[in-house]
């Protein structure tokens, strides 16, 4: 066969073999980092803004007036638009793409990829019914004149709530995956992911559902609504991410510290994503202004591609921990005793010199 | 290994034992690897300033030699340790662990636990999602760019269906590579260890033994190593435990999340 596994020899200047082989070895990472990238990047996107978007959608139709009827319609639709993509992208990114029924030939709980495939199918089965009673409340079906018997049994909007926890697992679930990896950025602060990755579906979500009802004549008692539901989300988002950096220590945070995943967390995810959108909403409220369309519009743009870029981060970030020998060392050395690994304090010759 | 061809899979669960202190880097291991499983070369060139051309575990080099040179004190050393002069060698491999992060990522059930305990991926299932990937703890799996598929090390499992012994144990002209079954090997290594001792090594010990730092979740490890260094010198971490065993709490939080976040945007719906 001619194919070679090939590598680059790190050029270290000035750097002693002693050097190399005292803080690692020879700077090897001492894991594999997962081969995603755009594929998934873009999924863990649409899949959360979907999810979300679902969510709000059922909630303001339980539990909300005539005006949260605009939520409703632009969220189903915005849900079933983001979802589309979302096999495509999975199955793309498979090694083996013709075989990617495997995934469904078990159900397997450790799994999160598995738990996320199945969120996945049940979840495209709830969005679609609530696409099609949205559909029949718009009458569209009657323009196509072919309404679909039967729709009357899927009108209750029980079973639109019944779909809520899957929407909420398939915005929520992504963090949980990459949790459960070797990759320190990602399982470090296991706790947080699951939080921190709904946390951003949900205000992308929001965003998404504004940014439809700006540009159609939507009435502005909706808009205020979800500029509520936006700044609280951006908020809490902002408060996990804080609590993860800290969480995350000097060594294992130093990708979302320095460099150009670094640069992009502060100005790109917290700045661009967060803090602009917030000052958007928040001085215009404390102000008294009523919410202007093109106001919203653009703090929704903000938050949107602030959300692209917190998930790029994310990913992207955790292959640099995963390259880094002392990001991996670090987490395994949960110094219960004092440990033999460590090679820092521990006397390397296996002999005391004479 | 004197175990009879049909005892392989009905006695207890086999695995390695590699006593680093024995190797000599002859790399005898590699070679039979590559040639038993038909593996195609790798990049020939040397990872940094160490003798060592391999350079890590991966799908087409299922067996890798370390090459950690010594330098006590940071200085040039001037005494002979007892075993391996100043250079560590250790032949690194899959880790076959009892209960494998692998396996537990896996979503299509392409990887198994064998009859003889041992950890396969199986080719005609994996569908190249490469979650293996991360999900192990020592950087073993690979996704091949031959075929996409997630490649390891399979214990010679075409070989101990036969009833011999692995390529890397049989070539292996120093016995630092030791086939046999768990539960004999285990006591060999601690036996070994305390030897060791005696003759100066004063650092040995077993790698993933539960008195140094064991393998939280994993459930211990197939191959166990007897090493005389700190053990991220040669690559491995030191107290590596099972990324999965975060899942069940991961989900409550999220769990937690989505009822705070309900709630939040049942609030903010209303008028
Ligand atoms: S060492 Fe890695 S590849 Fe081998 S069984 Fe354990 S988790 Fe799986
Ligand atoms: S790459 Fe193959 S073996 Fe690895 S987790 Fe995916 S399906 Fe399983």
């Known amino acids: 066969m001619s194919y070679q596994r090939m590598w680059k020899t790190p050029k270290s200047g000035g750097r002693s073999a002693s050097d190399e082989s005292a803080e690692s070895y020879y700077g090897v990472p001492p894991i594999h980092k997962p081969h995603w990238k755009w594929l998934i990047i873009a999924y863990f996107y649409l899949g959360g803004i979907s ?152 205000s992308n979500a929001t965003a998404s559902i504004t940014l439809v009802l700006c540009l159609s004549k939507a009435p502005h008692r909706a808009l205020v609504r979800l500029e509520r539901l936006e700044m609280c989300s951006l908020v809490v988002e902002l408060g996990l991410l804080a609590l993860n950096r800290r969480q995350l220590g000097q060594t294992i945070g130093r990708p979302l510290r320095e460099g150009s995943t670094g640069r992009l967390y502060r100005f790109g995810v917290q700045g661009t994503g967060i803090a602009a959108p917030l000052m958007l909403t928040v001085a215009p409220m404390l102000a008294g202004m ?33 390259d880094d020998p002392q990001a991996t060392f670090e987490l395994a050395r949960r110094g219960s005793q004092e440990s033999t690994g460590s090679v820092t304090d521990v006397n390397v010759h296996p002999v005391a010199p004479s | 290994m004197t175990a009879q ?78 075993f391996q002069s100043n250079w560590l060698m250790m032949s690194d491999i899959c880790k076959h662990c009892v209960n494998p992060p692998c396996m537990q990522a896996c979503p299509t059930g392409a990887i198994v636990i064998s009859r003889f305990g041992t950890v396969v991926i199986q080719q005609d299932v994996c569908n190249g999602c490469g979650y293996c990937v991360p999900a192990c703890p020592f950087g073993v799996p690979e996704l091949s760019p031959l075929d996409n598929k997630a490649h390891k090390c399979t214990f010679c499992y075409d070989r101990l269906e036969s009833g011999l012994e692995p390529a890397c144990a049989k070539a292996c002209p120093t016995d630092s590579i030791q086939f046999g079954y768990t539960d004999e090997l285990a006591l060999r290594a601690r036996g070994r260890v305390d030897e060791l001792r005696e003759r100066g090594v004063e650092g040995a010990y077993v790698y993933g033994d539960q008195n140094a730092g064991g393998t939280g979740g994993i459930g211990g490890l197939r191959v166990s190593f007897i090493l005389s260094a700190p053990s991220e010198r040669y690559n491995l971490p030191a107290e590596p435990e099972l990324p999965q065993r975060k899942s069940v709490p991961n989900y409550l939080s999220t769990l937690v999340a989505s009822v705070a976040f309900g709630a939040m945007m049942t609030i903010c719906l209303r008028k």
């Open chain 1, 51 to 202: 999810g979300l978007s679902y969510v709000i959608a059922e909630l303001a139709e339980v539990t909300g007036d005539a005006t949260n009827r605009v939520i409703t319609r632009a969220g189903r639709y915005v849900s079933l638009g983001t979802l589309l993509p979302c096999p495509v992208l999975l199955i793309l990114d498979l090694g083996r793409p013709e075989r990617f029924l495997n995934m469904l030939r078990i159900v397997k709980l450790r799994s999160p990829m598995s738990v996320g495939t199945w969120v996945l199918v049940i979840f495209s089965g709830f969005c679609t019914r609530s696409v099609v009673a949205q559909a029949a409340r718009d009458e569209l079906w009657n323009r196509f004149k072919c309404a679909p018997h039967g729709i009357k049994a899927i009108q209750s909007r029980w079973m639109g709530v019944a779909g809520v926890p899957f929407g909420f697992l398939l915005g929520g679930y992504t963090g949980v995956l990459l949790a459960a990896t070797a990759v320190p950025l990602w399982t470090k602060n296991a706790l947080l992911m699951g939080p921190l990755f709904l946390a951003s579906a949900a």
């Open chain 1, 290 to 322: 009523r919410p202007s369309r093109w106001r919203l519009a653009l703090s929704s743009l903000l938050t949107l591609s602030g959300g692209f870029m917190f998930r790029y981060v994310m990913v992207i970030a955790g292959h640099r921990s995963a």
């Open chain 2, 5 to 82: 061809p049909e005892d392989l899979a009905t006695h207890a669960p086999v695995g390695f034992l590699t006593d680093t202190t024995l190797c000599i880097g002859c790399k005898a291991c590699e070679v039979a690897c590559k040639q038993w499983n038909s593996l195609p070369m790798d990049n020939v060139g040397f990872t940094a300033s160490s003798y060592d051309n391999t350079r890590d575990l991966g799908a087409t080099t299922w067996r890798h030699v370390a090459f950690v040179e010594q330098f006590p004190g940071n200085e040039r050393p001037t005494t002979m340790p007892p």
